[in-house]
């Protein structure tokens, strides 16, 4: 009933040639192979547009001059201080009281009394001649009765004379008065009309300052909108030109990156193709090549059963796959492949 299974567990020959002429050869080659660095450009540089655009950055005109105009005016008008209105006055132009009549009076009218004098007293000639010859023809010429008709007659004559003076003096006066209150009155009025032109002449220099003040400071908001829209409008224009030359050198990179891309799977081919060879190699059906012989009792039996088992084996299945490998002997150089 004793029996022996004897085990032998070798490469096949196709495997081993495989192994040896084509495997082994190119794992030397690959690993004789040096290091090779990527030789392009892996960053796409600035564009001709965005290097314009860095060095316009540089020359941004930053508006200082024209910030600077409007700090100036606008420090000018923080000691503004408008023109004061001063007060309007009126000159003395003198009271009736003051005035000297005499260049006012008629240089005429003394002459008109005279000659008005002339004819009373002529007037009273004649009536005293008359008197006289009444007087005489009643026979009481030089006598009292004529003495007293003629002091009477002369006492008339002589008031008449005096009304006639005064009268004429007066109204003299009275026309150098109205002369001299027209006079009064046109400088009183002369006065009032300057005082006017004067006071609307303040009011008009001082709406004027205060007109200029707002127009200086409408000039310096002015002068720094203008700073602020030319900076916005540089940038504006400048970022547009970063934008542009950045599609331009987005191409160019999507360029460079397929290329290291190229490289990338250029210096992979090998290993790819080095795992396609070391998968073909271990392909072979675990326990391919294994030899099982059995002598005596159950021997034919477990010849049998055995190769049944390598049967399976080479299925990749069934209960004896466990014990069928890839396997040599220990001084096999291939075995660090199993």
């Known amino acids: 009933m004793g029996s022996k299974t004897t085990e032998t567990r070798s490469m096949p020959k196709f495997q081993e040639d495989f192994l040896r ?11 004789a192979t040096p290091y090779e660095s990527y030789g392009g450009d892996r960053v796409a540089g600035l564009t001709d547009l965005q290097k314009a655009a860095l060095a316009g950055y540089g020359e941004l005109d930053d508006g200082s001059e024209l910030y600077g105009a409007a700090s100036d005016i606008y420090g000018d008008l923080g000691e503004f201080e408008a023109p004061e209105l001063a007060g309007t006055t009126i ?3 003198g009271s009736i009281a003051d005035v000297d ?25 004649k009536g005293m001649g008359q008197l006289g010859a009444a007087a005489s023809k009643a026979g009481a010429f030089g006598g009292s009765r004529h003495g007293v008709a003629e002091g009477v007659a002369a006492g008339e004559y002589g008031r008449a004379a005096g009304d006639f003076a005064a009268t004429q003096r007066e ?12 006079d009064i009155n046109r400088e009183q009025q002369r006065a009032l009309t300057q005082a006017g032109l004067d006071q609307r002449t303040g009011l008009a220099n001082q709406a004027a300052a205060l007109s200029s003040a707002r127009l200086r400071g409408a000039g310096a908001a002015g002068l720094s909108g203008l ?19 950045e599609a331009e050198r987005t191409l160019s990179q999507s360029g460079l990156d397929a290329g290291y891309q190229d490289y990338l799977a250029r210096m992979k081919y090998p290993l790819t193709q080095f795992g396609v060879l070391t998968g073909t190699a271990g392909s072979i059906p675990t326990g391919y090549g294994t030899t099982t012989t059995a002598t005596g009792g159950m021997g034919p039996t477990l010849s049998a059963l055995g190769s049944i ?12 796959a466990g014990i069928q490998n890839f396997a040599g002997t220990m001084d096999n150089p291939f075995s660090w492949m199993r």
């Open 21 to 31: 002429n084509t495997v082994i050869p190119f794992a030397e080659d690959f690993l």
């Open 101 to 125: 009549m005499a260049k006012y009076m008629s240089p005429y009218t003394q002459e008109v009394i005279n000659r008005g004098m002339d004819d009373i007293y002529r007037a009273q000639q």
């Open 309 to 320: 088992g390598m049967g399976f084996g080479m299925a990749g299945m069934g209960p004896f």
């Open 227 to 245: 700073a602020d829209s030319g900076l916005r409008n540089q940038l504006a224009a400048l970022n547009a030109q970063m934008t542009a030359g």
């Open 91 to 93: 000159g003395d132009v």
């Open 171 to 182: 109204k003299a006066f009275a026309q150098a008065m109205g002369l001299a209150t027209g």
